[in-house]
């Protein structure tokens, strides 16, 4: 088992994402003190009950380690923290003696069953032009998407794009699977209505920049 601190949020922190906090809290200030004294890093776990700020909420035992990369003083006392997902973790008993939650954890491992090549294949085109298509709604142009390696890190970047967009439920869930295929096969089912969604968009900004389709003709 591992000490780690932990900072319970209303969302999900996947492997590989970035997150970028401003933290206020006196309790949360302790929390990012100490991390960067013992250059550890803490926990995200999403909020299943009690209140994100000036209280004690009950996390989801299933969450993602965060590594500080940057931590800016904004005045007021108050730190902007950018940190990065680094692995799954799973609660294994919470500790109340510290201003902050804490807890012991352990680190599952990835189940060892491979998705068809078939179902890897299809999510990476997918996901890689879900990006091209994000690029499109803002107005820019990627001559490469970078590629997630490996089928697990594959539906990690997955859940990380439905951040905005998809059911907080469904990416725990999501988070929660250690089953890589069973990870992937959930995975494609957000990325196919994320398309669509970034599709309409996609054609709205296009459209409003140029005019109708017709006009491109």
Known sequence: MTFLRLFPLRFVLFPGMPVS??????????????????????????????PEVGGNAAPHLVGTTATIEE???????????SARGVRRFRIAQLLYDHPYLAAEVEYPVDEANEPS?????????NYEQLMRLRHTVQGSWARDVTMPEGPGALADA????GLESVETRSLQTLLETVD??????????????????THRRAAAAVAQRWGTPERLN
Do not use: K, M
């Open 21 to 50: 906090l401003q933290v206020f809290e006196p309790r949360y200030l302790t929390l990012i003190e100490e991390c960067l004294a013992a250059d550890e890093p803490f926990g995200i776990a999403l909020i299943e009950t009690g």
């Open 117 to 125: 090549q078939a179902l890897l294949e299809q999510a990476s085109r």
């Open 158 to 161: 997955i859940g990380a794009a």
């Open 180 to 197: 890589v295929r069973r990870r992937l096969e959930r995975a494609g089912d957000i990325l196919t209505a994320l398309l669509e969604t």
């Open 71 to 81: 931590v800016v003083p904004l005045g007021d006392g108050r730190l902007a923290v």
